[in-house]
C-alpha cells in the first residue's frame, strides 16, 4: 500500500480533513438558527469527555438510595436501570447496525427464563450466579445468532415483521411449553411453569454474599449497567463498531468496501441479545419470577421509544431516553403530579415553539380568558357542565375547577371530547400563521377539556397514548431524536 | 379418513381466509405504491370492526333490532368501509406523507407509533371488555347449505361471497380503470408516474382508502361470524395478514388472495389435525420457509436492482 504523505494525514488547520466530509460535518451548524433549546444542551453535553459523563451518572445513581428512605423508589430507580440496559443492547441492533429488529424482548424474556431454570425449584437447579449468568448471556447470544439468520436474506421490512412474530410467537411457547412430552421420555415436562410462570428465585450473589434487599439489588444493577456502557463504548469506538455503522449507512457500498456483512449482522444481533439476556436475568432476580406477560409487544414500543427519543446510536441519549420514559409513566400514577406534568409540557412546548414572547403570552391569556368564558356561558346555561368537581382539591386544581368544564359523569362527552380534539390536532398542522395561532387558542382548552375528564383517570392508557403519539410526533419533527445528529443524504 | 371433518374445516379456512386475503390486500396494496410496511393496518381493520359494532347499537342492538337484517349488514358495511377508509387516509396524510423522503426506518417507526396510539384510543373509548355481535340474534344460523358432510351456515356464505366481490371489484378496478393505471403506474415507479403528470399524492391517497376500507370490511366480516371483538384484535390479525401478503408476494394483488387463503386453511387444519394452540407456530414456519425458498412470494415478480 503506497504511503501517503504525513501532512496529508493530520489534521491540519484551514486544510480539508481525512475521512471527514466538512459540508456534512457542518450541516447541523448551519441550520442552527431554528434547532430550538436542545442545542445548547447537546454542545454542553459534547464539551463533556465520556468517561466523565459516565462517572457524574454513576454517582448520582449510587448516592440515590442513601437520599431516600422508600423501597418503591429504589424500586423504580431498578427499573430505569433496567430498561436503560435494555435500552443500550437495542441501541447496538438498531442504532448502530439499523437493522430492524422487532424480536428484541424475547431475548429479554429468554435470558429471563434462561435464569428462572437455573436458579429455582422449578427443576430443583440451583446455580451460583457465577455459573448462572454468564450461561445466560451465552445462550441468549446464540439464540441471538440463531435468529438473526434470516437477516443474511431479509431486509428492513421482511426482517421487522419476522422478527415481530416471533416474539408473538416467543410468548405463545412460554404459556404452552407446560406439559410438553419430550421425545426421550413418556412423561410430560413443564419446562415454563406455563401461565403461572417460575417463582420464588434464587437471588444474585458473590463468593458468599447474597443481594437480599432491593437496595443491594440497585447496586448490582448499577455495576451491571457500568460494566455494558464501558463495553459498549470500547465495541462502538472499535473496528466492528465502524463497520456496524457503515452496514447502517449503506449495506451495498459496506459489502463493496469487503466488509463482511453477513457476519456484522449476526454479531450485531448476538451482540444486542447478550446485552438483553443479562438485563433479564438481573431482572427475574430483582422480581424474584418470571411469567409470560412480562414481555409483551407494549414494553417492545417502550424501549423503541427509549432509543428514538434519546437519538439512535448515541449512548448518552438513549440512556437519558430511558430515564425520561421510566419516569414519566410513575409520575402520571398520581393525579396532582400529572397534571403539573401535563401544564407543565404544554407551556415548555409552547416557550420552544412560540417566538417572539408576545405570541406566547397572547396565546397563553386567550386560552385562559376563553376557558374562563366557556365556563361561565356553560355554566348559565346548562348545570350539568359544570357539576362535576376534582376530588382532593388543592391550590391548583380549585383553580383548573373554575376553569375547565367539569361534567358530571364525563366518560360519554369526554370521550366525544378526545375523537374532535385529535382530529383538531391533526387539522392544526395543516394551518399556519395567524389562523394557527387563533385555532391554538380553543385546542389548548379542549386538551385540558380531555386530560381532566378522561385521562387523569387512565394513566396505564394515557402512558400508551402517549408513547405511540411521541414516536410520530418525534419521526415527523425531530427523526435522530433528542441527542442524535440528523443524517445527511448526499446523493 | 373423517370427511365430515376434513369438509368442515375447508370451510372455516376459508371463511379465515377471506377475511386475511382482505387485509393483505390491504398491505400489498400500500407496499406496492410506498414500499411500506403499514404496521397500522391491523388497527384500521379493528376500528373497523368496532364501526361495525356502532352501527349495530344504533340500530337498537342485537337484541331489540329496529331496522331489517339486510338493512342493517349492509349499513355496517358501508359505514366501517367508509370510516375504515377515511381513517387509512388520515394515517397516510398525517404519519406517513411528511416521512416521504426520510429514512427508511423512519415511517416504520411512525406506523408503530400509530398502531398503538389506535389501540390505545379504542382502549379508551370502548373500554377493555370483548364486545359482541351477537350475530345469532339476528340472523338464523341454522340457515345455509346442509348437504352430507358440507355444512355453511348464511353467514359463512354471505362472508365468503362478500370477500369474493370485493376481491372481484378491485381487480376490475385495477387492471380497467384510470385510477388503476395510475395506480400500478405509481407502483412501477413513483418518481416516472410524477413526471408523467399523475397526481402520486393522490393516488397514495386513494390507494391508502380502498386498503383501509378493505380491512374494514374484514372486521365487520370477523364479528359476524366469530362474534366478540376488542381492542387488541387488530395486532395478532394484522401479522397474519402481512404473513399472507408476503407469502402470496409482496405487491401482488392476486398474490395476497392466495396468500390470505393459503394461511387461512393452514390454520383451519392445523387447528383442527395438530393443535390450535401451536396454529400461530405453524403460519409462522410457513412465512418463514416461504421467506428462505422464494423470497418473492408465492406469485411475486422478483425486484430487480442495478446499482
Redo the contacts between chains.
Sequence with gaps: MPQLPKDETQDVAGQPRIGVDDWVASKEGRTEGHAGALTPLREGLDRISGSARLAIVVALAAIFPLLTESDYLVRVGVNTLLFALLALGLNVV?GYA?L?DLGYIAFYGFGAYVYAVLSSSHFDVHLPTIVSVPVVVLASALLGLLLGL?SR??V???L???S???A??FV??LV?SNRITPPWSDQAVDFTGGPNGIAELDSLGLFGWEADSITSLFYVALVVFTVVVVGLHFVSESRTGRAWRALREDP?AAEVMSMPINRLKLLAFAFGAGVAGLTGAVFAAVQEGVFPNNFS??LL?TI?AMV?LGGVGSLTGVIIGAILITVLPEVLENPDQARLLFYGLVVLTLLARLRPWRRLAAVLTGTVAFGLVVHAVVGAVWSRGTAGAILEPTALTRWIDDWVLLPSSPRTIG?VA??VL?AAV?GL?LLRGRRRLAALVPVLYLAAFVWEN??VD?PS?TR??L??????VL??AR?QGLLGTS?V?IV | MNWDLFVQLLVNGLTVGSVYALIALGYTMV?GVLK??NFAHGEVYMIGAFIGFGVLSLSGGAFELSISVVLLIALMFAAAMVGAGLLGV?IER??YR??RN?????????A??????????A???FGAQFRSYDTYEYVDLTRGIHKGPLNISIVQILVILTALTLMVGLTVLVSRSRVGKAMRATAYDREAASMMGIDVDRVILVTFFIGSALAGAAGVMVGLVFFSINHTMG??AG?KG??AA?VGGIGSIPGAMLGGLTIGLAEAFSAGYISS??Q??IV?SI??LV??VR?TGLLGKADIRK?
Excluded: C, K
Aim: hydrophobic residues 65%.
Design positions: 438498531v439499523g430492524l434470516p436474506r431479509l428492513g421490512d421482511y421487522a415483521i419476522v415481530l412474530f416471533f408473538q410467537i405463545t411457547l404452552n451495498l409487544v407494549t414500543i423503541y428514538i370521550n378526545f375523537v385529535v391533526l398542522t378522561r385521562l387512565e392508557i400508551i397514548l408513547l405511540g403519539a411521541l414516536l410520530v419521526m415527523n427523526p443524517r443524504e | 407496499y411500506l410496511l388520515v398525517f404519519a411528511p416521512l426520510a429514512p427508511r426506518i423512519a415511517p416504520l417507526i411512525s408503530l407509533g400509530v398502531s398503538f396510539f389506535l389501540q390505545a384510543s382502549l379508551l373509548l395486532f395478532v401479522l402481512f404473513t408476503v394452540t401451536f400461530d407456530l409462522f412465512l418463514v421467506i428462505l423470497p446499482v
